[in-house]
């Protein structure tokens, strides 16, 4: 997800991260701070910068054990934003 400024989440990421695909969103992509672990499942690049994003990208299609370890978290991540998780921390609040 290349966005630039405007994207406050970007739902794309979700759904990447719940089929297991490694992702690449820029650093304005509101979810980045939340699913993407830089360098683990996937990559975060600075809005703009097409050079980064391409390398990021080459990077990604390159390397199969990366991508199967960018599997495993996100299945992790994917547990910690479930429907579950959500009703327990709303329970608290309440």
Known sequence: MCS??????????NEALNFGLPLLVSDTTGSSLDLVRNGENGFVFKTGSIDEMAEKLKALLKDDIFNTRAIDISKELVSIYSYQKIKEGLDQIL
């Open 4 to 13: 630039d400024i405007g994207e406050t989440w970007g739902l794309s990421v």
